[in-house]
Antibody
């Protein structure tokens, strides 16, 4: 079955960086884009960007350009999302999810990774 | 502030029919498909409706979606207590070159 398994919770200081992983299984890794979406406490969903596992090209949401970097490792079917310059309002659950094309339905989601930014 | 607009809350009694609206613009809903997600607190979102009105395998036919112009809606008929959750609409936005979501609607079963 399709699974997206994310790395564990992180606690970081303001100004630091965090790197979250998302390991895919149960399907052909290179056939699906991977998106990152975050959800702040009590808030809605916010799209951060996506990566094409074939070639590694990325598209980032305007709000995150310059602070987010998405990469992939095809040998382990894993995608990484690194967010730098962490601020208190980056405290959120970060989800990875997949879609067959860039602008088509996101169907399966990872379990989420809690990132907490503190002083 | 979300690009897509949803009412923050909706409610109904068991067995009733409830609809949730989602309003957008020509660059998102007006041009592209709308998807709907259900999120039970503490869990990841789950795909409920894809491409405006298609139900993925395993989603009860009590859930239905529709789209007209720059708006979409999700209907839940025969409301059940387990339908209590947050519901989000989503669409690709051609102007932003990215996905946009509604702010979410909290559905309460009274």
């Amino acid at each position: 079955q399709v699974q997206l398994v994310q790395s564990g919770a992180e606690v970081k200081k303001t100004g630091a960086s965090v790197k979250v992983s998302c390991r895919a299984s149960g399907y052909t890794f290179t056939n699906f884009y991977i998106h990152w979406v975050r959800q702040a406490p009590g808030q809605g969903l916010e799209w951060m960007g996506l990566i094409n596992p074939v070639g590694g090209s990325t598209t980032y949401a305007h709000n995150f350009q310059g602070r987010v970097t998405m990469t992939r490792d095809t040998s382990t079917s894993t995608v990484f999302m690194e967010l730098s310059g962490l601020r208190y309002d980056d405290t959120a659950i970060y989800y990875c999810a997949r879609s067959v094309e860039m602008a088509t339905t996101v169907d399966y989601w990872g379990q989420g990774t809690q990132v907490t930014v503190s002083s | 502030q979300s690009v897509l607009t949803q009412p923050p809350s909706a409610s109904g009694t068991p067995g009733q029919r409830v609809t949730i609206s989602c309003s957008g613009s020509s660059s998102n809903i007006g041009t592209n498909y709308v998807d709907w997600y259900q999120q039970v607190p503490g869990t990841a979102p789950k795909l409920l409706i894809r491409k405006n009105s298609q139900r993925p395998s395993g989603v009860p036919d009590r859930f239905s979606g529709s789209k007209s112009g720059t708006s979409a809606s999700l209907a839940v008929s025969g409301l059940r207590s387990e339908d209590e959750a947050d519901y989000y609409c989503a669409a690709w936005d051609d102007s932003l070159s990215g996905w946009v979501f509604g702010g979410g609607t909290k559905l309460t079963v009274l």
